[in-house]
């Protein structure tokens, strides 16, 4: 069988509530992009429904997908379980052990990822230049005497998130006494540690990726536009910058096709990019997000495995750069996964 006879878009729904006050005429961002997905892959010529999960319903869920019988793949959106995103490997681990496809990075791939320190643990041991870090797990790490003789400035951001939520101008520290301030407010605010980080000052480009874990292709870069930004302001993606159109930062990071690049560099980020995704075994889509600092040199700051790919997001944009309308994105990556699920015999 060449093609999935069923693809059922999975998604979480656990914020759902929060996201829309409630409003039953209101939709949440995840169901948009869920709906635009099987839209997308019914105009390829699939049989493409969308299905919620909160968390405490898996096994039905379950369940109703294995009624379905063969043929059927997951369209994995699943990105929380239970209101917590540290579940997101939940789902496909019990898909794993119920032998139903489905697209995306597997539980490994995931927990690695939304475990930033761990993540960067993996990319150094590959090889992969990514900025010196230090985890800070609470204000006790305050007494770790390598804060005083840090090259500042130096960057904060939560070590179990994504969306850039946490990121604020504020994370952008110049001294132990800022670090441990802005660090105090993220403990208390998010309840989780906090991964410090050497700050950057460079070009940020993103690059999107498509295919298997050993050869995956590269989309067309994109890069953060500062021009915009208010003089002072530090040059970084906010969670105001991504979700917030009135915010000043949302007007000084705009993404942009990557300008003015030296096929050197431009081979460089390539490199690395390709070398962090095999790193942490990445498959069928996801961003790799990258600082170039002063002498032209790469670093990873941050990997996104089953990124938002809304119609509106880098990847659809990316995609688009290369010729790639948005219905035949999301059908590449189901056939990804569906090719890698006939290879090994779950067809």
């Known amino acids: 069988m060449d093609k999935p006879r069923h693809i059922v878009v999975l998604h979480n729904t656990d914020y759902d509530d929060e996201l829309t006050g409630g409003s039953p005429t209101d939709v949440s961002a995840v169901l948009i992009s869920a709906r635009a997905i099987a839209a997308g892959l019914v105009q390829a010529g699939y049989d493409a429904v969308c299905l919620g999960i909160a968390g405490p319903d898996i096994f039905d869920v379950i369940t109703h997908l294995r009624a379905l019988g063969p043929g059927l793949l997951v369209f994995n ?90 990121i604020e101008a504020d994370c952008v520290v110049n001294s132990r006494e800022a670090l441990f301030e802005r660090a105090r407010y993220m403990f208390r ?21 498509l295919g298997e874990t050993l050869r995956p292709d590269v989309l067309p870069l994109h890069e953060i536009d500062f021009a915009k930004m208010p003089v002072g302001r ?26 003015d690049a030296d096929p050197g560099l431009h081979s460089a980020i390539v490199e690395v990019a390709q070398a962090a995704w095999r790193a942490l075994g990445l498959r069928d889509y996801g961003r790799v997000d990258l600082r170039i600092d002063s002498a032209g040199k790469p670093f990873v700051i941050d990997i996104n495995p089953n990124c938002d790919i809304s119609p509106d997001a880098g990847v659809a944009r990316a995609a688009a750069s290369a010729g790639i309308s948005y219905p035949q994105l999301v059908e590449r990556i189901a056939l990804s996964a569906w090719a890698r699920a006939h290879r090994r015999g779950r067809s």
């Open 77 to 166: 959106l699943c990105e929380s379980m239970c209101g917590d995103s540290v579940h997101e490997p939940t789902l496909p681990g019990m898909l794993d052990l119920f032998a139903i496809p489905y697209t995306g990075s597997d539980p490994l791939a995931l927990g690695s990822c939304l475990h930033k320190d761990r993540c960067k643990d993996i990319l150094r041991g590959a090889g992969v230049s990514t900025p010196p870090a230090m985890l800070l797990r609470d204000e006790s790490a305050f007494a770790d005497a390598r804060l005083a003789t840090l090259d500042y400035p130096w960057f904060l951001k939560l070590v179990h998130e994504d969306a850039s939520v946490g």
């Open 189 to 209: 605010e998010w309840k989780q540690p906090v991964l410090a980080e050497r700050y950057i000052a460079g070009r940020e480009v993103n690059v999107t990726l």
């Open 234 to 259: 530090p040059h970084i993606v906010s969670y105001a910058g991504k979700w917030d159109e009135e915010h000043v930062d949302y007007a000084g990071t705009k993404p942009v096709p990557l300008r």
